[in-house]
C-alpha cells in the first residue's frame, strides 16, 4: 500500500515534472506572456474550457493560453497550497487584499446583506465599509463572544435576512486574538441557507497559517489568506490565496481573470520556494511566542497580554473555541503598555532587533501600533470596544532565538521604567 505523505513532504515535490523542465530540480520561473498552441484547433478547446464554454473532456488536460489566466509557477503553486487545507482548488492573487475583494465581489450583488465578524484586518474593513457600501451592498457586523441565536436574531432584526448571502469571520482577529467559532458560523450560514440559496462562510486564516488552523474541515466554503505572511514568510512578497471546492474556486478564477490581478510567475516561484520551509518557520515562530508572552505576562509594564495560549477555562467560550479550532498558539501577540501612546511609541523607537513595520508571519520579528498604523482608518468609537487602543502594540514574533527576541522587548520596556524615575 503506498504511503500518504505529509503536506510538509510534498512541498518539494508535488505538481511539479522535472523532465518537463530540462531536469531542473526547482521548478523555473515561466517568465512569458503568452503560450504557443500547437494547432488552432488545440487553442480553441483551451479557450473553450477556459471561459467555461464546456467542461474539460475525460482526460483533457487544462492548456496554457496567457499569463493573465494561467502559468505553470502559479497552477504548481496552487496544487501544493491545497494540500493543508485538503481543499479540492486554490486561486493564487497578486495580494491578501486582491483574494479579498475579488471573493466578495463574486459572491455579492447589489442589495445583499454581507455579515461579518469585528475586529477585522484595516483593509479589509475598509473595503467592506467604504466601497462594498458604493454598490448597495448591506453589510452588518457582529462582535466577540456574541452567541449563535444573538447573531440569528441580530440578522432577522436587520429587516433583511432574505438578502444574506455570505458570512465573512477572521479568526483571530487582527490585532486582538479574539476568536469566532467557524462552526457555529457555519450553522448561522445554514440556518439562513434555502434549497434554492446556499449562504456561503468565509475565513480569513491569515493570523494562523495554513499550519495552525483548517477551516475547512471545520466547515468553511472559502479559506482566504494574506499569502504575504506566513506562506511566503520572508517579506520579500505581497500575495494572496483562496481555497475552497472546485465549483466556487471556477467563479473565483473567472473574475480574477477579467478584474486582472493574478499573481505573476516571480510571485508563484517565490511562494514555492517558501512553502518548502513553512512547516519548520512556523515551529519556530509558535514555540518563540509562547516564550515571549510568558515574559510580557509578567512585566511589570505590561497591562494586558492578547495571546491565545494565556486563556483559560475563566475565559469560557474563547477558551473552548482555542481547544477545537487552534493546533498551536500562533506567532502573533498584542499588549497594552501602561500609559498610551507616548509609552507605546516610546517602546517601538526602542527596539533594536525587532523592526517596528507593520506586517506579519515572517522570519524576523517585527512590532506595529495598530490603532495608528495598520487599524488608522476603522472607526475610533469601534476601535475602543474593541479593545484596539493606543496602548496596544502588536507583535509578530520571528524565526530569531527567543531569549534575543526577549532582550530586546526588555530592554525597549525599561524605558518606561527610566522615564517614570525621571519624572
Request: charged letters at 25%; hydrophobic letters at 40%.
Amino acid at each position: 500500500m503506498k504511503k500518504k505523505m505529509k503536506p510538509e513532504s510534498l512541498m518539494m515535490s508535488y505538481g511539479y515534472k522535472p523532465e518537463l523542465s530540462e531536469g531542473s530540480i526547482k521548478c523555473p520561473i515561466f517568465q512569458t506572456s503568452t503560450f504557443v498552441f500547437k494547432s488552432a484547433e488545440e487553442g480553441k478547446g483551451f479557450f473553450e474550457v477556459a471561459y467555461g464554454l464546456r467542461e474539460k473532456n475525460k482526460g483533457e488536460e487544462t492548456g496554457l493560453i496567457y499569463s493573465r489566466i494561467n502559468n505553470p509557477d502559479i497552477e504548481i503553486l496552487e496544487a501544493r497550497l491545497t494540500l493543508w487545507e485538503e481543499a479540492e482548488d486554490c486561486a493564487v492573487f497578486e495580494s491578501g487584499m486582491a483574494a479579498i475583494s475579488t471573493v466578495l465581489l463574486e459572491f455579492l450583488k447589489p442589495g445583499d446583506l454581507l455579515l461579518f465578524s469585528s475586529p477585522l484586518y484595516g483593509g479589509s474593513d475598509h473595503f467592506i465599509k467604504k466601497i462594498l457600501t458604493k454598490f448597495n451592498i448591506h453589510v452588518l457586523d457582529f462582535k466577540v463572544g456574541q452567541s449563535k441565536d444573538e447573531i440569528i436574531k441580530l440578522v432577522n432584526q436587520s429587516g433583511l435576512a432574505d438578502n444574506l448571502a455570505m458570512i465573512y469571520i477572521e479568526t483571530p482577529a487582527n490585532p486582538t486574538n479574539h476568536l469566532i467559532d467557524i462552526e457555529g458560523s457555519k450553522e448561522i450560514a445554514q440556518h439562513f441557507s434555502k434549497p434554492d440559496k446556499e449562504i456561503y462562510l468565509a475565513v480569513d486564516n491569515t493570523y494562523l497559517g495554513p499550519i495552525w488552523q483548517h477551516p475547512m474541515k471545520l466547515g468553511a466554503d472559502l479559506v482566504l489568506y494574506s499569502a504575504t505572511k506566513y506562506i511566503g514568510g520572508h517579506s520579500d512578497v505581497i500575495a494572496g490565496a483562496c481555497l475552497g471546492n472546485k465549483a466556487l474556486i471556477k467563479r473565483v478564477k473567472g473574475l480574477r481573470t477579467f478584474l486582472g490581478n493574478m499573481a505573476s510567475p516571480n510571485t508563484g516561484w517565490l511562494l514555492l520556494r517558501s512553502l518548502e520551509t513553512l512547516k519548520v518557520r512556523m515551529d519556530a515562530i509558535a514555540f518563540n511566542a509562547d516564550k515571549v508572552a510568558a515574559f510580557l505576562n509578567k512585566h511589570q509594564a505590561v497591562e494586558k497580554v492578547y495571546f491565545l495560549g494565556n486563556l483559560t477555562e475563566k475565559d469560557g467560550e474563547q477558551f473552548h473555541i482555542r481547544n477545537r479550532q487552534c493546533l498551536t498558539n500562533g506567532g502573533m501577540i498584542s499588549f497594552d503598555v501602561k500609559g498610551g501612546e507616548k509609552e507605546a511609541f516610546k517602546v517601538l523607537n526602542a527596539l533594536k532587533l525587532i523592526k517596528l513595520a507593520v506586517s506579519l508571519g515572517s522570519t524576523e520579528s517585527l512590532a506595529e501600533h495598530p490603532a495608528t498604523m495598520t487599524h488608522s482608518d476603522v472607526d475610533l468609537q469601534l476601535k475602543q470596544e474593541l479593545s484596539i487602543t493606543e496602548k496596544m502594540i502588536r507583535l509578530s514574533v520571528g524565526v530569531e532565538n527567543y531569549e534575543d527576541i526577549i532582550h530586546d522587548i526588555s530592554q525597549a520596556l525599561d524605558i518606561l521604567k527610566t522615564n517614570k524615575k525621571r519624572n
